[in-house]
């Protein structure tokens, strides 16, 4: 922040008063630290990415990019998120090409971040999709009061097994919490008492084939 004030010299060096001072703040020209992906999760039809928020308090908002396939110097802005906002679901993805993201911070200046570090993931093909769905997926206490999940699902020859997505907290991406299961049900023992919890759950085929993700239970372990 500066501040000025003139005065104006006569031919014999005699000064005038001062005017009144302005102040003038100079403009913000360092631009924030760069995002840090943490996680891209392929989903049926879409490619979801969750980032890091960089230290500074005055993120305006973030802008992903994307490339598809070899072309990696080829990446072009596909959306914009809000500052409060990590994680960004791109559902304009190609069936079995492998996709690049990278993701920048733009501060209330204007200045934008170095692009974070390219990460990606594949797609999934048209001929990796079932349309067999999970179904009624219900959750209930287990004796040691914690949340047990039963679902059902189509009959599939091809079926290797069930996988269970939990979300943590709002905002955070879904991960897998469970190994694969030969049955259609699962109890979660590595909870915290306060916390919520929402889960998914998806059939695993076999080659490389899975379904589409049920609908989304909620569980809370009360104190």
Not at 44 to 73: C, F, H, M
Not at 191 to 200: A, D, H, L, V
């Amino acid at each position: 922040m500066l501040r000025y004030a003139i005065a104006a010299i006569d031919a014999s060096g005699n000064a005038s008063k001062r005017s009144s001072e302005i102040t003038v703040r100079s403009q913000d020209q360092t631009p924030p630290a760069a995002p840090i992906l943490t996680r891209i999760e392929v989903q049926r039809g879409s490619i979801d990415l969750t980032w890091s928020q960089p230290p500074e308090t005055d993120i305006t908002n973030y802008q992903v990019y994307r490339a598809i396939g070899k072309e990696q110097d080829s990446f072009k802005l596909i959306g914009t998120t809000a500052s409060q906002v990590t994680r960004f679901q791109d559902k304009q993805v190609e069936p079995g090409l492998f996709h690049h993201y990278r993701v920048s911070a733009v501060d209330s200046s204007g200045n934008e971040s170095r692009h974070s570090t390219a990460r990606g993931e594949r797609a999934l093909a048209s001929n990796q999709l079932d349309t067999t769905g999970i179904k009624e997926l219900t959750i209930t206490a287990s004796k040691q009061a914690l949340p047990q999940l039963r679902w059902q699902a189509e009959p599939a020859q091809s079926l290797r097994g069930y996988l269970v997505y939990r979300q943590d907290a709002p905002g955070k991406a879904f991960a897998q919490v469970s190994p694969l299961l030969k049955t259609n049900t699962f109890t979660d023992k590595r909870i915290s008492t306060g916390q919520t919890y929402r889960y998914k759950v998806r059939a695993l085929l076999h080659q490389g084939r899975v379904t589409a993700f049920s609908d989304i239970v909620s569980w809370r372990k009360r104190p």
